[in-house]
């Protein structure tokens, strides 16, 4: 799959958001769009997957986002939200709900579904704590609960929102195992940097609205490209390939 960002723009009233992003994501790779807060990286998610409209500055496989059907997709593009269910439900019932795309209004879930619930279940190791009521769970069993919910709906492309936000490091190791695990692509907004430089394939750096810089991780999480878009002093050491970044 391949998604082209052409020269998008955004504004919120008079404030721009957006100022001509232009990125391009494809293949099985884990992107990391990283920056400080307020620059723009979640507002560019939320025009991969469709919360806000595009008009023609997105095309997916070579067509305008606009021109798939929601279903079709959502068929092809899960999203981990950071939020919760509200409803008690058993954490089964929370990941099979991803089939939805595959559905009918009041459609019942079939063989098939069960089949493919069950696999991710066990494939998340979530199998055991199935009938566990979802706000029973700890921070980073519910973060497992919403990658599986994804993986259910068989998509090409995962896009998930500051994945790691409040959890400890066992979790957020596990969690960034998982996706790296994915077969097919993961677009994902990163505040820990030495998360995006041990994880991600290629990253985006965004700065005000804009992409300051882009490539693979050794190139983009330079020191000098990461003191200009955070507008502080920052250091990074590489140690037989693999960089660590502080402040």
């Known amino acids: 799959m391949r998604i082209e960002v052409n020269g998008l723009r955004f504004c919120a009233g008079n404030k721009p958001i957006l100022d001509g992003v232009s990125a391009v994501f494809e293949g099985r790779r884990v992107y ?8 723009g990286k ?21 067509q305008p986002l606009e021109s798939y059907a929601p279903r079709d997709y959502a068929r092809r593009v899960a999203v981990m939200m950071q939020s919760y269910p509200e409803a008690d439900l058993r954490v089964a019932e929370v990941v099979q709900s991803g089939r939805y795309p595959y559905k009918r209004v009041m459609m019942p879930y079939n063989q098939a579904d069960e089949a493919v619930t069950e696999q991710v279940l066990r494939q998340t190791r979530l199998w055991d704590l199935r009938n566990r009521r979802i706000h029973t769970l700890s921070g980073g069993e519910r973060q497992r609960v919403m990658i599986a919910r994804c993986l259910v709906q068989q998509p090409e492309v995962i896009i998930l929102d500051e994945p790691t936000n409040h959890l400890d490091i066992r979790y957020r190791l596990e969690l960034m195992e998982a996706l790296r695990a994915f077969d097919g692509m993961v677009i994902m907004t990163l505040h820990e940097l030495n998360l995006a430089a041990r994880y991600c394939d290629f990253i985006y750096v965004m700065k005000a609205g804009s992409i300051e810089a882009s490539g693979l991780p050794l190139d983009a999480l330079r020191p000098e490209i990461l003191n200009r878009a955070f507008n502080t002093t920052i250091t990074s050491i590489v140690r037989d390939g693999e960089m660590f970044i502080g402040v």
């Open 32 to 39: 990391g769009v990283i920056g400080p807060n307020g620059c």
């Open 42 to 62: 979640t507002t560019l998610l939320r025009h991969i997957y469709r919360q806000y409209p595009a008009h023609g500055h997105i095309r997916v496989d070579g």
